[in-house]
């Protein structure tokens, strides 16, 4: 059964059909770079309600391990049907320039699920650590 690649809308009214992996090196258009941070349309985008375990710099092993299973999970979510960016209230970027968005499905956030099934944290604007 073929599954048609999701339709992201990153600021109105662009829209971009786009299935996402996980980011490598080269040109990041469409990729997912860990639980709380992916690439679309080659803007790098935070996931903004949410923080997510670090695979590039963790501080133990069971923080990599959860930030890898963090990544696999936003990458399945963002794969699975259309969804929006929303904006996060008050701030357009964060402080490594990266576009601050919600990722809204049917008016539910994705990064909802990701804390739901204990693989993030709801943000609250620092971060807690993971060890």
Not at 67 to 79: D, K, P, W
Not at 88 to 96: M, N, S
Not at 116 to 129: D, H, I, K, M, Q
């Given at each position: 059964m073929a599954v048609s690649a999701p339709t992201v809308t990153l600021a109105a009214p662009h829209m971009t059909s786009v299935k996402f992996e996980k980011c490598t090196g080269g040109r990041r258009t469409a990729c997912v770079v860990d639980g709380d941070t992916l690439w679309i349309d080659g803007t790098k985008v935070r996931v903004a309600d949410i923080d997510a375990p670090e695979i590039s710099e963790p501080k133990c092993a069971s923080e990599l391990a959860l930030?890898?299973?963090?990544?696999?999970?936003?990458?399945?979510?963002?794969?699975?049907?259309?969804?929006?960016?929303?904006?996060?209230?008050?701030?357009?970027?964060?402080?490594?320039?990266?576009?601050?968005?919600?990722?809204?499905?049917?008016g539910h956030s994705l990064g909802d699920i990701l804390v739901?099934?204990?693989?993030?944290?709801?943000?609250?604007?620092?971060?807690?650590?993971w060890c």
């Open positions: 930030g890898n299973r963090a990544t696999e999970r936003l990458i399945e979510l963002v794969n699975q049907a259309p969804f929006q960016l929303q904006a996060w209230p008050g701030r357009d970027k964060d402080r490594y320039g990266r576009a601050l968005r919600i990722l809204v499905r049917h739901s099934e204990g693989l993030a944290r709801t943000w609250t604007g620092r971060r807690e650590p």
